[in-house]
């Protein structure tokens, strides 16, 4: 199973991931936008992220990609879109795995995941997702926590 949880304190599945870290472990960190900017206006305290020389969301979504063993990102339509195919993007160029776990299908996410970080080796493992404005319930990885 992977060690840390890195993840870049947006809305949403980011953001969701932190809380399951810091209620449950394990450790968590990441990178986030300079001055911690998030579509719902500051990036708390109480996650540990570090802030990137630029306020872009693109630098900290690359970041956080180049800086772990792989990602998972979390959807709940079928096809990523937006920041979420930036990530797989990344992924694709710092060649690190990735996996698209989407509530569309007829799994179980937690599954899915469990399966994706034993095959791949996972240790520092990123997740990313929908914006909670552009998915409302795109948090859902709340309810797959216990298989952080």
């Known amino acids: 199973m992977f060690t840390e949880i890195i993840s870049g304190g947006q809305t949403g599945a980011d953001r969701a991931a932190l809380d399951v870290a810091i209620r449950n472990g394990p450790p968590h960190g990441g990178w986030c936008p300079r001055r911690r900017k998030a579509e719902d206006g500051i990036v708390g305290d109480q996650y ?34 937006g920041g979420s195919l930036r990530t797989i993007e990344f992924a694709r160029k710092h060649k690190k795995p990735c996996a698209d776990i989407s509530r569309a299908g007829n799994y179980r996410p937690e599954k899915a995941l469990q399966r994706f970080v034993q095959e791949q080796g996972i240790s520092r ?16 990885i709340i309810r797959i926590g216990h298989s952080l």
Do not use: C, Y
Not at 127 to 140: F, N, Q, T
């Open 125 to 140: 493992l990123n997740i990313a997702g929908s914006l909670e404005s552009k998915e409302p319930g795109s948090d859902g």
């Open 48 to 81: 540990k992220l570090r802030e990137t020389p630029m306020a872009s969301h693109l630098q900290r979504t690359e970041w956080n990609v180049r800086d772990t063993d792989g990602t998972v990102i979390f959807t709940l339509a079928g096809d990523a879109s």
